[in-house]
């Protein structure tokens, strides 16, 4: 679909704009290229990001946003009222990511004009009367990756587009091994999204006889702790990191190995050599935003794919993507298309990253596609 082309807002000189993200944390991390397309477009304005509480420190440091405000994931009315007091015509742009109810409405309360997104399956507030309510509409498209569907709400606010997923600020300090080393995160969110535990350790295992430390981080969750202990059995350390200190593992490793969770974005975006293991997720969507952007779509299903510093692998059975929650539809549901992925085309994927290397992560410049 080609570029569509808006006038610029007409905004003040130093405008405040509210960026309304309430989803999971890949979610928000795919957010920072409509970020950073508004501060480049707009740079005296006042940047805050309305998220989820729990979410946000995967932009902790990032220099686009001046304040990020947060809102329980449930919260109660009288929790809701004071929220939508203190966003009450607070912007005089507000923009939402999302085509539901909530945050289209929360974005309509905060701006004074308001571009947002609207789902095709819309839910009751229906796209007619969110139409009338947004100054600006993008209608989503089911395959668009959500990086595109970031630019596409860049174009209809007329800023020019900066397709770059910007990380959180590196810390200063993080256990960095001396020698080559690459990094694993075994643990995604929920059971449907998860390898076999014999999988990983061949992988790892692979990895030291290529002459790489394996070094295994794992989230804050005691639930994402004890899935890994059962995991690694002691064979690897683990680190619970927080995110800055991910970060700077990340710009240092020679190899990234996960499944389909925000830190595989992160690996991505940090420009380390990432292989990235899909099962249900429809990777047209959601497959990981390279360094230096996605030169072309991912592909709905393949053994192997590569875009920039990614090799996406998948066993492509043939209802994939299916976009369920596993193979019986709940969070807790495995999903044939991993358990059955074998070790070895992982590996195989492996090799094919190490010999690539690392590729110098640039500073992106405003485009227009």
């Not at 701006?111 to 229906?126: E, F, I, N």
């Not at 020698?179 to 061949?202: C, E, L, N, S």
């Not at 190899?255 to 429809?282: I, K, N």
């Not at 072309?296 to 998948?314: H, K, T, Y």
Request: charged share 20%; net charge positive.
């Amino acid at each position: 679909m080609a570029k569509q082309e808006h006038p610029p807002l007409s905004l003040p000189a130093r405008p405040r704009i509210l960026v309304v993200t309430l989803r999971r944390l890949g979610d928000v991390l795919l957010t920072t290229p409509l970020i950073r397309s508004l501060r480049r477009t707009w740079p005296q304005a006042t940047i805050d990001l309305l998220a989820f509480a729990g979410t946000t420190g995967i932009v902790e440091g990032n220099p686009d946003l001046d304040r990020v405000v947060t809102m329980p994931a449930r919260p109660t009315a009288p929790e809701t009222i004071r929220l939508a007091a203190s966003l009450w015509r607070r912007y005089d742009l507000a923009v939402s990511t999302q085509g539901g109810d909530r945050p289209t409405l929360l974005a309509c309360l905060a701006g004074r004009r308001r571009v947002g997104v609207l789902a095709p399956d819309a839910p009751w507030l229906g796209n007619a009367v969110k139409r009338r309510l947004l100054d600006r509409a993008v209608d989503a498209a089911p395959d668009i990756h959500r990086v595109e569907l970031m630019l596409r709400l860049v174009d209809a606010t007329g800023a020019k587009r900066v397709p770059q997923v910007v990380l959180p600020a590196a810390a200063a300090t993080a256990p960095i091994p001396a020698g080559d080393f690459a990094v694993i995160h075994a643990a995604p969110m929920f059971r449907y999204k998860q390898w076999t535990p014999q999988g990983w350790r061949d992988v790892a295992a692979a990895l030291r006889q290529r002459g790489l430390e394996v070094v295994a981080i794992s989230g804050p969750d005691p639930r994402e702790r004890s899935y890994l202990d059962d995991v690694w059995r002691g064979a690897v350390a683990i680190h619970q990191l927080p995110w800055p200190q991910n970060v700077a593992l990340l710009s240092r490793a020679r190899l990234y190995v996960g499944p389909d969770t925000s830190v595989s974005h992160l690996a991505a975006a940090a420009g380390c050599p990432s292989v990235v293991l899909f099962g249900p997720t429809d990777a047209r969507v959601w497959g990981p935003w390279p360094a230096d952007g996605l030169s072309s779509a991912w592909q709905p299903a393949g053994s192997m794919q590569n875009r920039g510093n990614v090799w996406l692998v998948q066993n492509p059975l043939p209802c994939m993507p299916c976009g369920l929650e596993g193979c019986e539809r709940h969070l807790d549901s495995a999903s044939a298309c991993l358990s059955e992925l074998p070790a070895d085309r992982v590996i195989a994927a492996i090799d094919r990253a190490l010999a690539a290397g690392r590729l110098p992560r640039v500073e992106a410049p405003s485009v227009v596609t």
